[in-house]
């Protein structure tokens, strides 16, 4: 994704990571087991983590660096909360690529057949190397971007096909956790709408983007201002995906008994489309959702090993070892390694994507809390500062997701 983040702001960076394997598997999971009952959890998701992705070019306009800068002056042993998010990196980096190549190649199988899941995640891996190498990714980006459009376009209006009735939509706001919905909760948590690592990768845009911002006379507030619009826009668009996916599933997919899970995930993600505006949308699904998870999945790809490489760059400066691209390359292997063997071993997509989802709400309660920290103890002038009202919306977003953690694991291990 980083390699992308001169032509995409916070907001084209939410709204492109909605169509994703957050909101197009966990939301229609969601209605299709559990109908309306967990759209306030997939809202509140939303409203409580929004602080922590402002808090990224927040951090970077005021300061002219990084977030990664502002774990490096946190208090405490030397550099520990850089290592802390190299740790995070590495445990992301792993289990995201596997999730979100397992539904890629879901849809292969969907269409092509024959080959298994762990084959078909080769393939896709392969074919990403070979375009980060030859760096042939721009004309695909474009078509990634219309079948995104397209995708969200016929959501859209089989929502509109098929809206829920006022009693329903009643329901979507009425807070409960349906019995056996722990590892789905953790995941819509952990993942939507998508990790906080984002954040960070935010603050890293912000700065590709400053010169820009500022170079028409605005301040620093003026630019960030800016910034704010952009990312409120996506995140609504984010938000509105998710509960049409939530409704979806439980209007289309739930009176049927079905519920998208194992290899076939894809043929039953369809049957959204097929339904109600007819078999023809079949292979114009497939071909859409193929083209937005597989721009996800180069995003995911090159991002994390980019990242990687450039944590490993500012906590061990002068090392000759990490100055080159094998750090990048090696990373994108061994990330690539585990997906391949994680989707052989356990041919289950809708599985995988739900621990993932967890492992990412694991995580979110310490980046959350050092992004709070950036943004509120180390910018210098206080009117960049977060306003009081989104320190305490901050801190609140905190000691939810810290909840969140050990209320799903103590339910998971008694």
């Given at each position: 994704?980083?390699?992308?983040?001169k032509?995409?702001?916070?907001?084209?960076?939410?709204?492109?990571?909605?169509?994703?394997?957050?909101?197009?598997?966990?939301?229609?999971?969601?209605?299709?087991?559990?109908?309306?009952?967990?759209?306030?959890?997939?809202?509140?998701a939303?409203?409580?983590?929004?602080?922590?992705f402002?808090?990224g070019?927040?951090?970077?306009?005021?300061?002219?660096?990084?977030?990664i800068?502002?774990?490096?002056?946190?208090?405490?042993?030397k550099?520990?909360?850089?290592?802390?998010?190299?740790?995070?990196?590495?445990?992301?980096?792993?289990t995201i690529l596997?999730?979100?190549?397992?539904?890629?190649?879901?849809?292969?199988h969907?269409?092509?057949?024959?080959?298994?899941?762990?084959?078909?995640?080769?393939?896709i891996?392969?074919?990403?190397?070979?375009?980060?190498?030859?760096?042939?990714?721009a004309?695909?980006?474009?078509?990634?971007?219309?079948?995104?459009?397209?995708?969200?376009?016929?959501?859209?209006?089989?929502?509109?096909?098929?809206?829920?009735?006022?009693?329903?939509?009643?329901?979507?706001?009425?807070?409960?956790?349906?019995?056996?919905?722990?590892l789905?909760?953790?995941?819509i948590?952990?993942?939507?709408?998508?990790?906080?690592?984002?954040?960070?990768w935010?603050?890293?845009?912000?700065?590709?983007?400053?010169?820009?911002?500022?170079?028409?006379?605005?301040?620093r507030a003026?630019?960030?201002?800016?910034?704010?619009?952009?990312?409120?826009?996506?995140?609504?668009v984010?938000?509105?995906?998710?509960?049409?996916?939530?409704?979806?599933?439980?209007?289309?997919?739930?009176?049927?008994?079905?519920?998208?899970?194992?290899?076939?995930?894809?043929?039953?993600?369809?049957?959204?489309?097929?339904e109600?505006?007819?078999?023809?949308?079949?292979?114009?699904?497939?071909?859409?959702?193929?083209?937005?998870?597989?721009?996800?999945a180069?995003?995911?790809?090159?991002?994390?090993?980019?990242?990687?490489?450039?944590?490993?760059?500012?906590?061990l400066?002068g090392?000759?070892w990490?100055?080159?691209?094998?750090?990048?390359?090696?990373?994108?292997?061994?990330?690539?390694?585990?997906?391949?063997?994680?989707?052989?071993?356990?041919?289950?997509?809708?599985?995988?994507?739900?621990?993932?989802g967890?492992?990412?709400?694991?995580v979110?309660?310490?980046?959350?809390?050092?992004?709070?920290?950036c943004?509120n103890?180390?910018?210098?002038?206080?009117?960049?500062?977060?306003?009081?009202?989104?320190?305490?919306?901050?801190g609140?977003?905190?000691?939810?997701?810290?909840?969140?953690?050990?209320?799903?694991?103590?339910?998971?291990?008694?």
């Open positions: 994704m980083l390699a992308r983040l032509s995409l702001g916070p907001g084209m960076i939410m709204a492109a990571t909605a169509i994703g394997t957050s909101h197009l598997v966990l939301s229609p999971v969601a209605g299709a087991r559990f109908g309306y009952g967990l759209v306030w959890l997939v809202l509140a939303h409203l409580f983590k929004y602080p922590a402002e808090y070019p927040r951090y970077a306009l005021a300061t002219g660096h990084s977030l800068h502002g774990y490096g002056r946190v208090p405490g042993p550099q520990w909360a850089v290592w802390a998010f190299l740790s995070t990196t590495v445990l992301q980096g792993f596997a999730g979100t190549l397992a539904i890629t190649a879901a849809i292969l969907a269409v092509f057949g024959g080959l298994s899941l762990g084959t078909w995640t080769l393939i891996g392969g074919v990403i190397v070979a375009l980060l190498i030859f760096g042939r990714y004309a695909l980006e474009v078509i990634s971007k219309g079948a995104m459009l397209l995708l969200v376009s016929i959501s859209v209006l089989a929502f509109a096909v098929a809206l829920p009735s006022p009693s329903e939509v009643a329901q979507m706001v009425v807070p409960q956790v349906p019995a056996g919905s722990g789905l909760v953790a995941a948590l952990g993942i939507m709408p998508t990790g906080i690592n984002v954040a960070i935010h603050s890293l845009w912000a700065l590709e983007h400053e010169k820009a911002w500022l170079a028409d006379g605005s301040t003026q630019a960030l201002a800016k910034g704010r619009f952009d990312l409120l826009v996506g995140y609504g984010s938000a509105l995906l998710a509960v049409i996916f939530v409704a979806l599933g439980a209007e289309l997919l739930a009176p049927r008994g079905l519920v998208p899970q194992g290899i076939d995930v894809a043929l039953t993600l369809s049957e959204i489309y097929t109600v505006l007819g078999s023809w949308m079949l292979p114009l699904f497939l071909f859409a959702a193929f083209l937005a998870l597989f721009s996800t180069y995003s995911v790809m090159d991002g994390f090993p980019r990242t990687f490489a450039m944590l490993l760059r500012e906590l400066p090392q000759r990490v100055a080159g691209q094998g750090t990048y390359w090696g990373f994108m292997m061994a990330i690539l390694l585990v997906a391949i063997a994680a989707n052989t071993l356990f041919p289950n997509p809708v599985t995988l994507v739900q621990w993932v967890a492992v990412s709400l694991a979110a309660p310490l980046l959350y809390g050092l992004n709070w920290y943004v103890r180390l910018i210098d002038d206080p009117a960049l500062r977060p306003p009081p009202y989104l320190a305490i919306w901050g609140a977003g905190v000691l939810l997701m810290l909840a969140a953690v050990i209320a799903v694991f103590w339910i998971r291990a008694s």
